[in-house]
């Protein structure tokens, strides 16, 4: 299975693109999508839009997943997030892909350990888990890869189907002795 992760930023946009074999992880493609501070909003996410396709099109992930929005001092930055954020998402759906988002904090503990992990930490472990001798261009690259990788691992987790006995049993009526 290929999954796409995406870290959206209004400068810098990075994405990393894995597959998955069991619990066995291997980098296809990673990179940034970097836009100029004097482009105007517009052709920013247009630049972020393209450049997912083009990723898409490409590679045909089966998967699509991205890092949630989080909410800081300045309102503005994240308005302008959450616009990219949309564009990738609106990537995605245009292709027809499953997407999934994934807080900050999941995505730090699922590669780390530890939801309050430093950027470094997060690119040691990325390079640990895909095996990556090489230096990233910019930290958003690894973000995208961990965006990526919490996403295999929270899909190869057990996951718990029934809230209460009453929804296994009305799943597993076979299994109930009369």
Request: net charge positive; proline share 4%; with cysteine.
């Amino acid at each position: 299975m290929l999954i796409l992760g995406v870290d959206p930023g209004s400068l810098v946009t990075g994405y990393g693109l894995i597959e998955t074999a069991g619990s066995k992880y291997r980098r296809i493609a990673s990179g940034v999508i970097t836009m100029k501070p004097s482009d105007s909003v517009a052709i920013r996410l247009r630049k972020v839009y393209d450049g997912l396709v083009e990723v898409i099109d490409e590679h045909h992930p089966d998967e699509f997943c991205i890092e949630t929005a989080f909410y800081g001092k300045n309102i503005q930055s994240t308005l302008k997030l959450g616009q990219v954020r949309g564009v990738a998402i609106l990537a995605a759906v245009h292709r027809e892909l499953a997407i999934a988002e994934y807080s900050p904090r999941e995505i730090k503990r699922s590669v780390t350990g530890t939801g309050a992990a430093a950027k470094p930490q997060v690119e040691y472990m990325v390079k640990a888990i895909l095996k990556i001798d090489e230096s990233f261009r910019k930290s958003d690259e690894a973000d995208g890869l961990a965006i990526a990788i919490c996403h295999a691992m929270h899909m190869s987790a057990p996951q718990q189907r029934f809230r209460s006995w009453e929804g296994f049993v009305k799943e597993h009526p076979e299994r109930i002795r009369k």
